[in-house]
């Protein structure tokens, strides 16, 4: 696993929690100053890809429940689930309609097939091990059920420089002034050492997903992943990724 710790970008599973449990408070104000309020557009984009309307849908590791309302919005009926009960307190006061549950990603409460779409935005970069949180979210989805990932990424060309400037130096400097600022030391860190675009969508081919493609969202700053489970319950063979920009 490497070294463990905030300037690695990897934590244990209570030191992930322990960690968004203190930053709740400013979740969401970080978000929207970190990303200049893109992140809204990103999470209507990532719900329009997931959402049918009627799906039942999971919105794993949901934070303080952006996306999973996004994806009500899109007419989903939506279960979010996440393991900070301080960042689902905050999820709770949003809404009343979304049903919000205390869990593990890595090992999710519901039976086989619950769902039929998944999201998960600005959340798999935690897990201790991505391609079962993958896994996971394709067991509790029906055949032909979609997976949707968005998550940060490190950018090509032009923007490259601004992008470390903004996320290695402002943004930790930001989190100094507020509670659980170390958490803002460990966001850099831990985009640093995630796979790239290509690399996670061959993930998520291995966890068992069909037709994975994927786009990127604010000149490269973010992925957005697709993935489905395939109809015929075989796993599909790795590589066959398709990657889009």
Known sequence: MGTVGIRSGTLPPDGVRVMFDRIAPVYDLMNRVMTMGLDRRWRRLAAAAAVRPGDRVLDACCGTGDLALACERAGGRVTGLDFSERMLARARRKSASVEWVRGDALALPFEDGSFEAATVGFGVRNLADLEAGFRELARVLAPGGRVVCLEITRPRGVLRPFFRLWFDGVV?????????????????????????????????????????????????????????????????IEGNADGKQ
């Not at 290509?198 to 490269?220: H, K, N, P, Q, S």
């Open 172 to 236: 930790p400097l930001l989190g100094r002034i507020l509670p659980g600022g170390a958490a803002y030391s460990y966001l850099p860190a831990s985009v640093r050492r995630f796979p790239g675009p290509e690399d996670l969508a061959e993930l998520m081919t291995r966890a068992g997903l069909a037709d994975v493609r994927w786009r990127r969202l604010g000149g490269g700053i973010v992925a957005l992943h697709i993935g489905t489970v395939p109809r015929n319950g075989t796993v599909p």
